[in-house]
């Protein structure tokens, strides 16, 4: 009986490992990279092109190099996908899950659209290996897979049976070029959902089918001009949206507000640019010296806004989010940061505003 189990239990090991040979890893650097204003950097994960590391304020270069709102497009006939690629911090977080932090997602497009297929779970140290999914009929497919939130991706590479293909994407989806472009906080960069696919950005750009750009930075959306220079050298932006409110003081908003935006307007003169203000978040209820930065910060955003109208700016637009995320204060992890219920409630409110202004 006792040698019995053994050789069951080494069949069972060979059955594995002989599994685990099928996969063979592509370097993923051959793939497409969408979600980026500049390809001016060493390590194509990173948003910010190289020469702001002695440009940029310390935590925006840190920052910066978090693949946030960053995907590949790919096709394969695989009947499974594996990841394999190296968290470049091992960032952790008390109020997000690793998955969110430092995972990558998967999405399968569909005759109804993008449809989630699996996350790849990061490891406890900073190397990860992790299949998306698998037990899948061999068919072309076609795949976008959303890099980690709140780390950066290095050495990243796609397992697939090693007798399939992995190519670059043939379907233009999310449709590249008249790039929505987002500017502002840790919420807009993602914090603090489970999983990268539930970055309202990334739901934004999966429901409009357009390529997004994320440029939030967490506690440090502070109107810094080199990231408006960043902003406006995107050929061909079909829309700015400003988001930085909750990460500004009064006083940042009125002495670089104008800058920042002139600096867009100056490049794309018909570009729309939407302004919106600061959330009433769980505590803005009870919170008293929280609700009076909240007004103060929106009074002068508004005091901005109505400047520029009043000096003739045409087509800038402002949303102001009140309870834009409802008012049963549920959609927090923290008081602050959005569940993926808030990014769901956040991404249906502000998504219809988007679409309404954009270029098409």
Excluded at 15 to 39: E, I, N, R
Excluded at 138 to 143: A, H, I
Excluded at 245 to 250: E, L, M, Q, R, S
Excluded at 266 to 284: G, K, L, M, Q, T
């Amino acid at each position: 009986m006792k040698k019995s189990i053994i050789l069951i239990t080494a069949f069972a090991l060979i059955s594995l490992a002989s599994a685990s040979a099928q996969v063979k890893y592509h370097d993923a650097s051959f793939l497409p990279v969408f979600g980026k204003a500049s390809d001016a950097m060493e390590n194509r994960y990173e948003r910010l092109p190289d020469a702001l590391d002695s440009v940029s304020r310390p935590p925006v270069v840190h920052l910066g190099k978090h693949a946030a709102g960053i995907y590949l497009r790919f096709k394969s006939n695989s009947s499974c996908i594996h990841a394999r690629w190296k968290s470049t911090f091992f960032e952790r977080m008390h109020h997000m899950a690793d998955t969110g932090v430092r995972g990558l997602d998967l999405y399968i497009l569909t005759d109804g659209g993008w449809r989630f297929a699996g996350t790849a779970f990061p490891s406890n140290e900073p190397q990860n290996e992790n299949k998306l999914i698998r037990n899948m009929e061999r068919k072309d497919r076609e795949y976008m897979l959303y890099l980690s939130l709140y780390d950066g991706v290095s050495d990243l590479e796609i397992g697939v049976d090693e007798d399939t293909t992995l190519e670059a994407r043939e379907i233009d989806s999310p449709r590249a070029g008249k790039q929505i472009v987002m500017y502002g906080t840790s919420i807009l960069q993602g914090g603090c959902c489970s999983r990268p696919g539930m970055a309202f950005t990334n739901i934004i750009g999966r429901k409009l089918n357009r390529e997004v750009i994320n440029l939030g930075f967490s506690g440090n959306g502070q109107l810094d001009l080199e990231i408006a220079e960043l902003m406006a050298s995107v050929e061909n932006p079909s829309i700015y949206v400003l988001d930085n409110v909750p990460n500004c003081t009064p006083e940042q908003i009125r002495e670089k507000g104008e800058a920042f935006f002139r600096i867009l307007r100056d490049a794309h003169p018909d570009v729309p640019i939407i302004f919106i203000d600061d959330p009433y978040f769980a505590h803005y209820e009870f919170d008293d010296r929280i609700r009076n930065e909240v007004d103060s910060r929106n009074e002068a955003e508004a005091e901005l806004f109505h400047r520029l109208k009043k000096a003739g700016e045409k087509n800038i637009w402002y949303i102001q989010k009140k309870h834009t995320v409802g008012t049963d204060n549920e959609p927090f992890v923290d008081g602050v940061h959005y569940t993926d219920l808030g990014m769901m409630r956040y991404a249906d409110f502000i998504l219809p505003k988007i679409r309404r202004h954009m270029l098409k």
